[in-house]
């Protein structure tokens, strides 16, 4: 099969214009298969694989910043839990008891009850 003869004058221009003009028969896209075009589920496919693709785009972005933002478990350190003396201090700050119920308190705490 042989490429259609495009006659090439002053007015084609370029080469790139006479390579394109003698790619423009029905043979070659008869060839190539270019008349059929996608059809419908080529359509459907290529919208399904662009939802696909900007899912997976748009769930690595959040992922990342989730990841980013939230502190991790393994590198905090846990805090000590509160004693009962911390607790008598804060009651203390608070004006929850006065400074004699905070002494006595604090010294049957450490084993030393007042009088």
Do not use: C, K
């Amino acid at each position: 099969m042989a490429l259609p003869r495009t006659p090439v004058g002053p007015d084609t221009g370029t080469e790139s214009g006479r390579l394109a003009s003698a790619f423009m028969g029905p043979e070659v896209a008869e060839v190539y298969g270019w008349n059929d075009g996608m059809g419908l589920w080529g359509y459907v496919l290529m919208s399904i694989s662009i939802v696909v693709v900007w899912g997976a785009i748009i769930t690595g972005i959040v992922l990342l910043a989730r990841s980013l933002r939230a502190p991790s478990p393994y590198g905090a350190h846990p805090q000590p839990p509160r004693t009962a003396e911390d607790v008598l201090a804060e009651r203390f700050a608070r004006g929850e008891i006065d400074a004699a119920e905070y002494q006595n308190r604090l010294a049957v705490l450490r084993g030393h009850p007042g009088p």
